[in-house]
């Protein structure tokens, strides 16, 4: 087979460059080694900044995002009690939407099948050659060993992805923090405890009191790198979670059994640079966050925003301009994303390591927060989304 763009991955940053690519006239192919079942299964976040649901509404896939994703105007944090209301409209004059990324890629899966975008599902032992000027990618599908040949391939596979494993290790940098800790997150299906998110800092630990839609709550709870989900029933999420929210919040909290329970582990990880020849990674492949900051899925659709208007450049144009620079613009807005990510998890987490000092470090920056517009406007511009180029 032969191709423009062969695409690794049939995630939300697969799907949504597929997408941008067919709408400019641009052939492209995606590969998934699950099955279209296990893609839609994956339960992840679902704040979208105001640009991506921009990006979701351009590019004709917003029609339910419109209808059904919950809009927004400001988040809370609250730090042993105390509330602070971060108001995006006033101090920015923009917003998020709680719209979840499972919704996203079952809305970008749809309009790839009505439009007969090509995906292959369940491409086993993808192997990716880069040769003079174009690109081979191998794959096994039912048996068969199938090749594609392409003049770009868009890395988009995740962290255990083929496409930055396939690109020697001396050929880029990496650089990662772990921290000592998790997150231990429930859905349920009961109302949300409040009309926006809430970020609350307590001495017992961090708490995140989220949501999926009007009827479908999601909740989150600190817990140690060594826990284990067996270990945590329903009830004992529900005490800790009351523990660490304001009291009349707490009593206010509707209860149920978990339809989902996973611990998350948190991380920084960022690689440098994220093109190697043709092929161009984006997504979880080049950088993960810790996901205090809403910010995953909205690096991706950005990431491939910015690779489909350089391909978009090169097809059209005949210049390479977009695809030179693609590394540099990706990179410089992974760092200031991945500092966001990093402040407000040092923020609003408990570090046993800093001791009583450390504890009354972070008062002082909440103080400072609720009393400085300037440090407020900052955040609001962060968490609603702040871009270079």
């Known amino acids: 087979m032969r191709t423009q763009v062969a695409i690794i991955g ?3 940053a697969g799907l949504a460059l597929g997408r941008l690519l067919e709408r400019s006239g641009i052939d492209a192919i995606i590969l998934e080694r699950r099955s279209a079942d296990y893609v839609l299964g994956r339960i992840r976040a679902g704040v979208l900044e105001q640009s991506s649901a921009d990006l979701l509404r351009r590019i004709g896939v917003g029609e339910r995002l419109e209808r059904e994703g919950i809009v927004h105007t400001g988040c809370e944090l609250s730090f042993d009690g105390d509330m602070l209301r971060i108001d995006f409209e006033d101090l920015i004059e923009r917003h998020v939407v709680v719209y979840g990324q499972t919704e996203v890629v079952r809305d970008l899966m749809d309009a790839r099948a009505q439009s007969g975008g090509q995906i292959v599902y369940e491409a086993e032992d993808v192997e990716i050659v880069q040769n003079e000027g174009t690109a081979t990618v191998s794959y096994t599908k039912d048996g068969q060993r199938l090749d594609i040949i392409a003049d770009f391939v868009a890395g988009c596979d995740g962290y255990h992805g083929v496409s930055r494993a396939s690109v020697p290790s001396s050929a880029f940098k990496t650089f990662e923090r772990t921290y000592p800790f998790g997150w231990l997150g429930v859905l349920v299906d ?12 307590h001495e017992r630990g961090f708490a995140l009191c989220s949501m999926r839609s009007h009827t479908r709550s999601r909740y989150y709870v600190q817990v140690g790198a060594q826990e ?5 029933s329903d009830d004992r999420f529900w005490d800790e979670l009351r523990a660490r ?6 009593e206010t909290l509707k209860t149920g059994a978990s339809i989902e329970k996973s611990i998350a582990p948190l991380r920084s990880f960022v690689v440098e640079p994220v093109r190697f020849g043709n092929l161009f990674l984006a997504g979880d492949a080049a950088h993960i966050v810790p996901p205090t900051g809403a910010k995953g899925l909205n690096m991706a659709l950005h990431d491939v925003e910015v690779l489909a208007d350089a391909l978009v450049e090169f097809y059209h144009e005949r210049s390479h301009a ?35 000092f450390g504890r009354r470090i972070q008062r002082a920056e909440f103080d400072y927060l609720a009393a400085s517009r300037a440090a407020q406007q900052s955040l609001a511009e962060n968490y609603t989304g702040f871009r270079i180029g």
């Open 322 to 356: 977009g695809i030179d620079a693609y590394s540099r613009v990706i990179v410089e807005n992974t760092w200031r994303t991945e500092r966001f990510s990093w402040w407000m998890t040092t923020l609003l987490h408990t570090f046993s390591e800093e001791g009583e």
């Open 190 to 201: 009961q109302p949300p405890v409040a009309d926006e998110l809430i970020y609350a800092h």
């Open 245 to 250: 929210i304001k009291p009349d919040l707490a």
């Open 228 to 232: 284990r989900v067996s270990d945590w």
């Open 10 to 12: 049939a995630g939300p």
